[in-house]
């Protein structure tokens, strides 16, 4: 499995926002207003992985007090943090065209609650999405010493 790239995971973003904004245009005076439990539900999910990213390093790399981890373990690991950081991309862009949208209408009350709402989601899922490339980067297998010897 190659690392994610993040210049595809803000290309996302970006193609995810503009056709956000322009579904909206039509649709937005009848659609219900946005859910304030995306925010708790992707820091909470951004945690997760910080912590696990954390762990696992340490397991890896054989810190005191740790077991060595399963490989497969890492390796369920990296793939729920290659996809976390697609979904959070994805649900970034949703979230911020939202927000681009509900940007010009802010003199009203609930364009402005959506914006609100919008916009914390989105900076959620920016979290998530950082989260997820560091457990990535803490699922990779150290270079071996011997091997940087040998060089």
Known sequence: MKPTRPAVLV??????????WAFLKP????????????????LLLAIGEVYSGWMTKAR???????EPIEPLAVARLAALAK?????GAVFGGVFAGFALYTAALLEQSVPQRDFLIAAGSFAGC???VCAALYLEYCCRVPKDSSEEDNR
């Open 60 to 66: 890896i790399e054989r810190r005191g007090g740790t």
């Open 126 to 128: 920016v979290v998530l």
């Open 83 to 87: 996809a976390s950081a697609y979904g």
């Open 27 to 42: 649709l937005y005076s009848s659609l219900p207003t946005v859910p304030w439990t995306a925010i708790p539900t992707v």
């Open 11 to 20: 290309g996302l973003i970006i193609v995810f926002a503009i056709i956000t």
